[in-house]
């Protein structure tokens, strides 16, 4: 495979967003806190995946850290406040729960792709992406009760799910770090490659990916929401039934009908079993 060529899709403060072709790539961009992330690093983080989900151009999301010591290490304790994490505009907020809910409905496949820590908040968002590709340097691990903290959302009854409740148990009582190798054990993760070929098989499962039906791979992200998401997952499976609706002339008649002041005529369509 060719090296690629990533350009970049719009400049930010404390992120990186590229894209090469069809995949667009999401880099936490702050090194030197090993990729923790503040209210602004999120709300980018927002804005680049709300421009991924709408650009039709785009097929496929890689969500990574700068560097290769950390994928992220969760909210940045340093700008943490008095009820969330605080950022320029001086409010306390917890933003990176609605950032785990858009990379669950975003009707796209999301791939982590971890190199180095993958902790706290940081470990959850690699929890909610689709697929989770490591490099053999990550860590994986919970701190939340060691500095006073705790995801009871995704990051616990979604990760039951995923690694079974005795293991998400002891990954937050005992807040210990995973091998990558013992996170694939644990089918926490999708796949462990050297640190070096990271990058060349992420975009080679993007690659493949790319070649697959979009609205297939829709609903089946979308069904796996429905069941783990209930009645919100639901909501998003049902959303994406009435889009497909729309485009069908059974929908559009309908539509017409009421436009043009006439009864609509249904039965001109064919029903199947
Ligand atoms: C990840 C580590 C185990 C790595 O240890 P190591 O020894 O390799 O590196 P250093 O500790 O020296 O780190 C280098 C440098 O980075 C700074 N840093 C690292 N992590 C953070 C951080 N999260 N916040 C701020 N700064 C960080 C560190 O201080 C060093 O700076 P120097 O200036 O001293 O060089 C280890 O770093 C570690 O344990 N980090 C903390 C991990 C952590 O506890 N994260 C927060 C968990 S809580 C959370 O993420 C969270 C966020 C949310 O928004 C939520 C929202 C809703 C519900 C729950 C949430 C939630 O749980």
């Known amino acids: 495979m060719s090296e690629p060529t990533w350009k970049t899709v719009k ?15 999401i880099t936490m961009n702050r090194p030197e806190r090993h990729n923790a992330f503040t209210p602004v690093t999120v709300s980018e983080m927002i ?17 990574t850290g700068a ?33 785990q809910h858009l990379i669950r409905i975003i009707p796209k496949p999301v791939i982590a792709m971890v190199k180095g820590w993958s902790v706290g908040g940081g470990n959850i968002l690699q929890l909610v992406c689709d697929l989770t590709i490591a490099a053999d340097n990550a860590k994986f691990g919970q701190t939340g009760p060691k500095v006073g903290s705790f995801d009871a959302g995704y990051g616990s009854g979604y990760l039951a799910r995923v690694i079974g409740h005795k293991r998400a148990k002891e990954v937050w009582f005992l807040n210990h770090f995973y091998s990558a190798e013992e996170a694939y054990q644990m089918n926490w993760i999708n796949k462990v490659v050297p640190l070096a070929d990271v990058e060349t098989v992420t975009l080679e499962w993007c690659d493949e990916i790319l070649q697959k039906s979009p609205t297939a791979l829709r609903f089946i992200k979308a069904a796996m929401n ?10 998003q499976f049902g959303g994406d039934a009435t889009m497909l609706f729309y485009t069908t002339d059974e ?6 009908a009421f436009n043009e002041k006439r009864k609509p005529d249904f039965g001109q369509f064919p029903t199947f079993p």
């Open 11 to 25: 400049p930010f403060q404390e992120i990186i967003f590229e894209r090469t072709g069809k995949i667009a790539k």
């Open 47 to 63: 804005e680049a995946f709300t421009i991924c989900r709408d650009d039709n151009s785009i097929g496929v999301i890689i969500l």
């Open 67 to 99: 560097g290769d010591k950390a994928f992220s290490s969760g909210g940045d304790q340093g700008v943490r406040g008095n009820g969330g994490y605080v950022g320029p505009d001086h409010i306390a907020r917890l933003n990176v729960l609605d950032l």
């Open 226 to 235: 429905a069941d783990t998401d209930g009645l919100a997952g639901l909501q």
């Open 251 to 256: 929908g559009k008649e309908g539509r017409d």
